[in-house]
């Protein structure tokens, strides 16, 4: 669908994407992410033709868009971050206007305007002057234009900005829908939308990619520990001799009381090994209860923070659709043999590892 291959973008003396491969492939919702300056709305001005590339190529369905411009950006809907809008147009105008630069058939294109408009709910104000237009209802206009005549890709930028909380739900709904029929990238810094909607992410840290996978195998690799969330009612510390004595567990640590004589312990254990029958059997002996008990999954942003602080996290570029150059800035990719993150200092462990000091993070400003 989307093949990027050793893309290079220099500002000057400054690399904003280094020797960059990956590939979009069809039929997914990809989270496209990275943090300020890391090169990722380079990648997506390259991507869709609005910026050239110093070196390198990228095909948009077999189509260069450098050397055949106009037929790959017939295969890309984009909504830049700032939707390209005429404010002097009403909204059915603009969007006349932009059917027409499509090239969608005169025939089909009253209904193609009727069927967006009613999509994105912007119909009752299609006679209206986009000047005269919230923030919210501008970006509407901007992601109608991008959806209009229903490419096969579909690019977007901080689709959500601007949006109340019922139009940021309306529109993650639009975008799970419109991943049933097209190939979606989406870029966003509100990971936990990226998380509820995406079913892959691509990660780029330094101009380059830093992970390429399906979010829960992301986040497997990066935490590379088994881990288990409860809260016992008990004292504290015979809890924590309690736990430790139960085979398998390797490391304890007590948090907080959460609730009147009720505290959280956080418990990591031996890989692939379940230790929940026998804490329930621990704690029934004991005569205490639980009152929560959640597998310790890592969060998209949890990953993210990780992969792109430079905190040693190695995933696989064999996971990836291309590899990345060799001399990567980055953390490598190896989702196979993840490295276990240095442990925090806790709190009656049985095995105490000191904290390693997380890499500063470069600086690196995208021009």
């Not at 190529?57 to 189509?63: K, M, R, S, Y």
């Not at 409860?230 to 510390?237: A, D, H, L, M, T």
């Not at 995933?315 to 150059?325: F, G, Q, R």
Request: with cysteine.
């Amino acid at each position: 669908m989307i093949e990027v291959k050793n893309l290079v973008k220099k500002y000057g003396n400054h690399t904003a994407v280094d020797h960059l491969n990956f590939t979009i492939e069809e039929g997914h919702v990809y989270g496209f992410l990275g943090p300020n300056g890391a090169g990722k709305s380079t990648t997506m001005n390259i991507m869709t033709g609005y910026l050239g590339a110093t070196e390198g190529e990228v095909l948009i369905n077999g189509h260069d868009i450098l050397k055949e411009p106009e037929e790959a950006k017939k295969q890309i809907g984009y909504l830049p971050e700032l939707p390209p809008l005429y404010m002097e147009m009403t909204v059915r105008e603009y969007l006349e206007f932009v059917a027409e630069l499509k090239g969608i058939a005169k025939k089909k294109r009253e209904e193609s305007i009727n069927e967006v408009e009613k999509m994105v709910k912007i119909w009752e104000v299609e006679n209206r002057l986009i000047r005269n237009l919230s923030k919210g209802y501008r970006q509407r206009v901007g992601l109608a234009q991008a959806v209009l005549g229903y490419p096969p890709i579909i690019i977007l930028d901080e689709p959500t900005v601007g949006l109340d909380p019922k139009q940021i739900i309306e529109i993650r709904t639009l975008v799970k829908k419109l991943g049933k029929k097209h190939t979606v990238i989406l870029s966003s810094h509100i990971l936990s939308e990226v998380q509820e909607v995406c079913d892959r992410v691509v990660i780029i840290n330094h101009g380059q990619i830093a992970a390429n996978d399906t979010i829960d195998n992301l986040s497997k690799a990066v935490s590379g520990v088994n881990r288990l969330v409860v809260r016992i009612s008990g004292p504290k510390n015979e809890v924590l001799q309690a736990i430790r004595a139960i085979d398998d567990v390797t490391k304890v640590r007590a948090d907080m009381e959460r609730e009147p004589k009720i505290f959280e312990f956080e418990i990591e254990a031996k890989p692939n090994a379940d230790i929940r029958p026998a804490l329930n059997q621990m704690v029934k002996e004991h005569g205490w209860d639980i009152y929560k008990m959640d597998l310790g999954v890592m969060t998209l942003e949890d990953a993210f923070l990780k992969i792109t602080m430079g905190e040693g996290v190695k995933l696989s570029s064999e996971k990836s659709s291309a590899p990345a150059a060799e001399k990567s800035a980055a953390p490598a990719a190896e989702t196979t043999a993840p490295e276990e993150p240095a442990a925090a200092p806790a709190e009656a462990e049985k095995a105490e590892t000191p904290a390693e000091d997380a890499a500063q993070k470069q600086e690196g400003g995208e021009a």
